[in-house]
């Protein structure tokens, strides 16, 4: 009677939490230890080649992940093609001509087949190789919790709805993450992964010609290769300093107001998150241990596991 009293309240608690409990309580950190033991290398190596050939795919990668997590949970829709009879998510505004990285998972996904064919989802590659892309590029690790199943289905509509946009103000990424059960802390640590990657000019064209919380210099520099008009996809680094490099440079130009995107720099622009942002500026072990904590909470929004979803053999296609 006792351990069925405890059971219902653990189920209640569940419903009461969503997605946290029910995620934590299905992942693993050794869920293919017998049934796939060489994923962790295999991963590794696909990423170790990616990043050697473009250091810039561990951001991409990261991103992929993100952006995947964020619309009905981290299930690999990001990843599925569009077809005749199939909408999915690559063509939303968030993702269209900049969500990059496909054929290194597609590449490491093959060779997962080959070692332990219809085993391993898409959905957790794509997570091993956020972290592996990370680490490359001198960022913390963190443990994976694995177990995750790949969608069948997949959402523009949510892709273009619950994407934070690089205009966005504080109000709205602080209400975006928190609808994802991540809060301020969370959503501040991982905007520091801005401190790798590039962003197309029409991402930031605004905040260059437009905001007034800019350095001038900063501004003029970035103006040089975004033009008022045209060039929208001419790029420029996220962080004007160290952009293949994992480290805290990131806060320190939003402290001199060079962040590139509006969304950056409304971390510290007289707001709640100003201090956490010095904070992370000149504490470097502070932002790694918080961002490495926010991956594993991002990265348990909303699993497909048990018999939900399935494992796809192509990353691509629903099976």
């Known amino acids: 009677m006792v351990s069925l009293s405890r059971n219902l309240i653990l189920a209640f608690l569940c419903v009461l939490l969503g997605f946290?409990?029910?995620?934590?309580?299905q992942l693993?950190?050794?869920f293919y230890g017998t049934s796939c033991r060489n994923l962790q290398t295999i991963v590794r190596n696909g990423m170790i080649q990616a990043v050697k050939r473009e250091a810039r795919l561990g951001a991409s990668i990261l991103r992929l992940f993100f952006h995947d997590c964020f619309v009905n949970g981290c299930d690999a829709s990001i990843l599925l093609d569009d077809t005749s009879t199939f909408t999915?998510?690559?063509?939303a505004n968030p993702n269209r001509n900049?969500?990059?990285?496909?054929e290194v998972i597609d590449t490491i996904k093959a060779q997962v087949e080959s070692a332990c064919p219809n085993v391993v989802s898409c959905a957790d590659i794509l997570a091993l190789a956020a972290r592996q892309g990370t680490v490359l590029l001198g960022g913390p690790s963190w443990a994976v919790p694995l177990g995750r199943r790949d969608a069948r289905t997949a959402s523009q509509s949510a892709a273009n709805t619950q994407i934070p946009a690089p205009f966005s103000s504080l109000s709205t990424l602080l209400s975006m993450f928190s609808a994802k059960g991540l809060n301020a802390r969370?959503?501040?640590?991982?905007s520091g992964s801005h401190t790798i990657g590039q962003a197309r000019c029409t991402t930031f064209r605004n905040r260059i010609y437009n905001d007034t919380n800019i350095d001038t210099q900063f501004a003029a520099t970035?103006?040089?290769?975004?033009?008022?008009?045209?060039?929208?996809?001419?790029?420029?680094?996220?962080?004007i300093q160290t952009p293949n490099r994992f480290d805290n440079d990131y806060y320190q130009n939003l402290v001199v107001r060079r962040g590139l995107l509006h969304s950056d720099q409304e971390l510290f622009n007289g707001g709640s998150q100003d201090a956490l942002v010095r904070s992370y500026s000149n504490n470097v072990a502070s932002f790694r241990s918080d961002f490495a904590a926010a991956m594993v909470k991002m990265g348990n929004i909303s699993p497909l596991t048990g018999t939900n979803g399935e494992i796809r053999t192509?990353?691509?296609?629903i099976n």
């Open 20 to 25: 946290v409990c029910f995620s934590n309580a």
């Open 28 to 30: 693993s950190d050794n």
């Open 88 to 91: 999915g998510e690559k063509n």
């Open 98 to 102: 900049s969500a990059r990285g496909y």
């Open 186 to 190: 969370d959503m501040t640590a991982l």
């Open 222 to 239: 970035r103006r040089a290769t975004c033009p008022a008009s045209g060039g929208d996809a001419n790029l420029a680094p996220l962080d």
């Open 314 to 317: 192509n990353c691509r296609a």
